[in-house]
């Protein structure tokens, strides 16, 4: 009943501040889902438009199912579908309409046996910025090494 994580967008997170962040159901077809169970999924160059009132998700790579026939679609980078609610999609359109803001899947998950597709709000790092996470996250990686190599 719990949540697997299936891919996480790293990317997403060394590139942008993710300030707000939604779920949304993703329409697939054939074997998709059976490739995404197996972790075949590449969500690095992925990204979400709005058109005409629905939300797309571009460039996510679902590699093909080994052992499927016909029902395998022919591109694994395909536009696919999310499903939100119509308060939620207006919410998203006016955070991608702002200067500045894209809208970057960050994760792939199944949440009771569905494929869920959780969406970020991203607001662009500069150089500095990036280079300030680093920092940060190597500070934590070495006081957690202190303290692991003290209590020995």
Same mark, same amino acid.
């Given at each position: 009943?719990?949540?697997?994580?299936?891919?996480?967008?790293?990317?997403?997170? =060394?590139?942008?501040?993710?300030?707000? @962040?939604?779920?949304?159901?993703?329409? $697939?077809? +054939?074997?998709?889902?059976?490739?995404?169970?197996? +972790?075949?999924?590449?969500?690095?160059?992925?990204?979400?438009?709005?058109?005409?009132?629905? @939300?797309?998700?571009?460039?996510?790579?679902?590699?093909?199912?080994?052992?499927?026939?016909?029902?395998?679609?022919?591109?694994?980078?395909? @536009?696919?579908?999310?499903?939100? =609610?119509?308060?939620?999609?207006?919410?998203?359109?006016?955070?991608?309409?702002?200067?500045?803001?894209? $809208?970057?899947?960050?994760?792939?998950? $199944?949440?009771?046996?569905?494929?869920? @597709?959780?969406?970020?709000?991203?607001? +662009?790092?500069?150089? =500095?910025?990036?280079?300030?996470?680093?920092?940060?996250?190597?500070?934590?990686?070495?006081?957690?090494?202190?303290?692991?190599?003290?209590?020995?």
């Amino acid at each position: 009943m719990g949540i697997k994580i299936i891919a996480s967008n790293k990317k997403a997170y =060394h590139d942008y501040f993710i300030d707000e @962040v939604f779920e949304a159901g993703i329409v $697939l077809m +054939g074997t998709e889902v059976k490739s995404i169970r197996l +972790g075949k999924v590449n969500l690095k160059e992925a990204f979400c438009r709005i058109k005409d009132g629905e @939300v797309f998700i571009n460039n996510m790579n679902i590699s093909p199912y080994e052992q499927g026939n016909r029902e395998n679609p022919g591109d694994p980078t395909r @536009v696919r579908k999310l499903l939100l =609610h119509k308060s939620e999609i207006e919410k998203l359109w006016r955070f991608s309409e702002q200067k500045g803001l894209t $809208l970057v899947p960050t994760k792939i998950y $199944l949440k009771e046996s569905r494929v869920k @597709v959780e969406i970020g709000v991203g607001r +662009g790092k500069k150089l =500095h910025d990036k280079r300030e996470t680093l920092k940060q996250k190597e500070a934590v990686r070495e006081m957690a090494k202190v303290i692991k190599d003290r209590d020995r």
